[in-house]
């Protein structure tokens, strides 16, 4: 059952994804314009508080309690946590570590995730200034549509 609710599931992100696709423009979404001017704006109000304040230096993004959980961190961490939760890679952290030194594959565990999030940030980022959102919502779509036909064909295990 649980194998033909993942097809389900594949089958309707893709139609999802597709349907979005040719709804979008070919240029940049609206809500990654609003989050551009937004963040444009921010920068010109600290800017602006840190002249009228007299101290003449910018103060650090990240300085205070406020700036650290900010918003974004938040939802990069729940979205992180949330999709690594109890998938087969951390099961294999956790073997890994009753096994062998704990210190260490925290340490490894830690910085091998950082270094594919820090790929796929970049990457992602590279991608946007290059890639229309029209042309990867179809293409997800698409992927996604694949993924459900073979994963029918496969049958379940």
Same mark, same amino acid.
């Given at each position: $059952? ?10 309707y ?6 349907r979005?696709?040719?709804k979008?423009g ?13 963040l444009?704006?921010?920068?010109e ?10 101290g003449?230096?910018?103060k @650090?993004?990240g ?7 900010? @918003?974004?961190? $938040?939802?990069?961490?729940s ?7 109890g ?12 096994s062998k030194? @704990? ?19 970049i990457g992602?980022r $590279?991608?946007?200034?290059r890639i229309?959102?029209?042309? $990867?919502?179809?293409?997800g779509g ?5 993924f ?7 049958? @379940?295990d």
């Open positions: $059952m649980t194998h033909y609710a993942g097809v389900a599931l594949f089958a992100f893709g139609q999802q994804l597709i979005d696709g040719l979008a070919h240029g940049v979404s609206e809500e990654l314009e609003e989050t551009e001017d937004e444009s704006k921010r920068d109000d600290l800017d602006s508080a840190d002249v009228e304040e007299g003449g230096e910018a @650090p993004q300085a205070g309690g406020a700036s650290f959980l900010s @918003p974004v961190l $938040m939802k990069t961490f979205l992180t946590f949330f999709a690594e939760w998938d087969r890679s951390q099961i294999a952290t956790i073997a890994l570590a009753a030194d @704990p210190f260490g594959v925290t340490l490894g565990g830690i910085l091998g995730h950082s270094l594919c999030t820090g790929i796929a940030v992602g $590279m991608l946007a200034a229309s959102e029209k042309t $990867m919502l179809l293409l698409v992927v996604f549509l694949v459900a036909v073979l994963d029918l064909i496969k049958g @379940p």
